[in-house]
């Protein structure tokens, strides 16, 4: 389990820098006041969602849950989305399923298989039935979803986008959930997510146009760094005035910071995702 724990801290330092660069992309230039305002304002909504997850754990843990399935699956999809455009492919095929599917299956699942209970106790004992006796049920029903839209993406014979779905379903029944998670927030969402800001981020377009891509990928991840720090430190901050336990409360403290994060960064990538999913059509 301290393994898994590990991971998940790794998955998390990895994951935090790709969603600090948003605003150089999505927001217009601002400068001054105007900014100073801005990350005022991105701030409050990331300290009220960290006191409501910390005073609501189950309810927040549950929309959590929500919101991440659907931020995943929608970034997944504009990912393809971005792919579609440059490859000048203009065919119609179910990405709303894909969204769907993309995003649910990595999270969910893990979190209602015969492995959560030993991962949420971990992390958060209160969590362990965060779906009380629904689990089984619900398991069952993003099992048939996903084959669902497994099958989908054959009958369209999006093969790429099939293997994307077979491989998030063999992880989610596989693995152990807290490694299902490093694998897929650190290694999958984060990369893709940073992938395609390297597109809009300026210093990364020129090292695109130079042949770059790699430095491009790097530099965007060296952007967020500084995000990296102030998370990691302002969750330890955060943790001591409440007099948690460093080794064993820590992973619980850094995912509420992550999760209350996810808010302000769902609402300034929207425009982003939905212009790269449209692109699609």
Do not use: C
Request: glycine share 8%; charged share 10%.
């Amino acid at each position: 389990m301290e393994l898994q724990v590990s991971l998940a801290l790794l998955a998390l330092m990895v994951g935090i820098p790709h969603g600090a660069v948003d605003h150089l992309v999505t927001v217009p230039k601002i400068f001054g006041l105007k900014m100073a305002l801005f990350l005022g304002g991105y701030l409050a909504v990331v300290a009220l969602a960290v006191l409501f997850l910390l005073n609501q754990n189950i309810l927040g843990f549950q929309l959590v849950v929500l919101m991440s399935a659907i931020h995943f699956g929608v970034g997944d999809a504009a990912f393809v989305g971005e792919i579609d455009k440059r490859a000048g492919r203009t065919n119609k095929w179910p990405r709303m399923a894909f969204a769907f599917v993309s995003g649910f299956t990595p999270v969910v699942i893990p979190l209602v298989n015969n492995q959560s209970t030993q991962a949420l106790t971990r992390v958060k004992p209160t969590l362990v039935d965060w779906v009380g006796n629904l689990g089984p049920g619900i398991f069952m029903t993003m099992l048939a979803l996903a084959l669902t839209g497994i099958l989908l993406m054959a009958l369209s014979k999006r093969w790429p986008e099939l293997l994307d779905l077979a491989l998030l379903l063999t992880l989610a029944l596989v693995a152990p959930p807290l490694v299902a998670f490093a694998l897929y927030f650190g290694l999958w969402h984060a990369l893709r997510h940073t992938g395609r800001l390297t597109l809009e981020l300026e210093i990364s377009k020129k090292r695109h146009e130079l042949g770059q891509s790699t430095k491009a990928l790097f530099g965007a991840f060296l952007a967020g760094i500084p995000a990296l720090v102030v998370t990691l430190v302002g969750t330890l901050i955060l943790g001591l005035s409440r007099g948690f336990v460093f080794n064993q409360e820590y992973l619980w403290y850094l995912l509420v910071v992550v999760w209350a994060l996810t808010v302000p960064h769902m609402i300034l990538t929207a425009r982003l995702d939905a212009r790269a999913i449209g692109s699609s059509e």
